[in-house]
C-alpha cells in the first residue's frame, strides 16, 4: 500500500452467501469491530440482503456493496438488477466481472465493460476483478490477459470516471482454494496493471487508482500482501464471512 498516494480498501465478496437475517448478525459483529479503520471497508452482499446491510451499517463507516448489476437501466431482462436500482437504494459499490460469473454464467470482458459503464454512469463505483487461469500462467501469459482485461474492460472509461473504479487482482487458481499468490506475484501483477493504466491514460491517474488483490487473503497473509507498494487493499471471500477474521484484516490495512 502506499497511503500517502492512494486509498487503501479492504471489500468482503461474500458471494452467496448469508441470508437477510444472518447478514444483519454479521454486520452488527463487524462494525464495531471496524470503527477505526484507517481504511475504506466495504461489504459486498447479495442482492436480498442489501437493504438489511444499508440500515444495519448506517452510520458507520463501513460502505455496502452490490455483486453485479446489468448493463440497462430497465427492461424485459429477467432475472437481473440495474445500476439505478442499486444507486437508488443508496448502494454504493459493485463488484464486476468476477471470475465466477466468467466461469459459470458466460460474462465475457464486452460485458464487463458495459456494466462497469452502466455503474459508473448511475454513480456506483465498480470493483472490476481481472486475474489469470492457472494454465494461462504456466504458458506466462498472464500480462497478456490482464492487459487485454484492462483494455477492454475500461474501454471507454474516461480518466474522470477511473477516479471511480477500482480493479481487484484475482488470480483465478487462488480464489476460494486456499492457494494465495504469493506477496511477490501479487505485487509483480498489480504493478504491471499500474503501468498498463499508465499507458492507457497516464501516470496521474494511474498512481491514484486503488488496486487490490484478491484470492485466499486472510487473517494470517494480509499483511504481507498488503506491505507491496502496488497492494492497495484486499478482496475477500471465505475470510469475509466470519468477523474476527475480516477485522483482522481490516487492522493489517490500517497499519
Ligand atoms: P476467497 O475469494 O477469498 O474466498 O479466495 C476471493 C474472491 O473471490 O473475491
Same mark, same amino acid.
Given at each position: ?19 437477510? %437475517? ?55 431482462? !429477467?432475472?437481473?438488477?440495474? %445500476? ?16 465466477? +460469473? ?5 460474462? !465475457? ?27 494461462? +500462467? ?52 498489480? =504493478?504491471?496493471?499500474? =503501468? ?13 487508482? !486503488? ?45
Amino acid at each position: 500500500m502506499n497511503k500517502a498516494k492512494r486509498k487503501a480498501v479492504i471489500a468482503g465478496n461474500w458471494k452467496m452467501n448469508k441470508t437477510p %437475517a444472518e447478514a444483519k448478525e454479521l454486520l452488527s459483529a463487524v462494525a464495531p469491530l471496524v470503527k477505526d479503520a484507517d481504511c475504506e471497508v466495504i461489504a459486498c452482499v447479495p442482492f436480498v440482503d442489501l437493504q438489511t446491510a444499508l440500515e444495519t451499517t448506517e452510520g458507520t463507516n463501513v460502505k455496502i456493496g452490490a455483486e453485479n448489476c446489468h448493463w440497462a437501466e430497465s427492461g424485459a431482462f !429477467t432475472g437481473e438488477i440495474s %445500476a439505478p436500482m442499486l444507486a437508488s437504494m443508496g448502494v454504493e459499490y459493485v463488484v464486476l466481472g468476477h471470475s465466477e +460469473r466468467r466461469q459459470y454464467f458466460g460474462e !465475457t470482458d464486452e460485458t464487463v465493460n458495459k456494466r462497469t459503464k452502466a455503474a459508473l454512469a448511475s454513480g456506483l463505483k465498480p470493483i472490476v476483478c481481472v486475474g489469470e487461469l492457472l494454465w494461462e +500462467r504456466e504458458c506466462n501469459i498472464t500480462e497478456e490477459v490482464i492487459a487485454r482485461q484492462i483494455k477492454l474492460d475500461l474501454w471507454d472509461v474516461t480518466e474522470d470516471e477511473l477516479k471511480n473504479v477500482i480493479i481487484a487482482y484475482e488470480p483465478v487458481w487462488a480464489i476460494g482454494t486456499g492457494k494465495t499468490a504469493t506477496a511477490e506475484q501479487a505485487e509483480e501483477v498489480c =504493478a504491471f496493471i499500474r =503501468a498498463t493504466v499508465a499507458k492507457l491514460y497516464n501516470q496521474a491517474a494511474a498512481d491514484a487508482l !486503488t488496486i487490490q488483490y484478491g484470492g485466499s487473503m486472510n487473517d494470517g497473509n494480509a499483511e504481507e500482501l498488503l506491505s507491496k507498494e502496488n497492494v492497495d487493499g484486499g478482496l475477500i471471500g471465505g475470510a469475509s464471512l466470519v468477523a474476527e477474521k475480516f477485522a483482522a484484516i481490516v487492522a493489517a490495512a490500517s497499519k
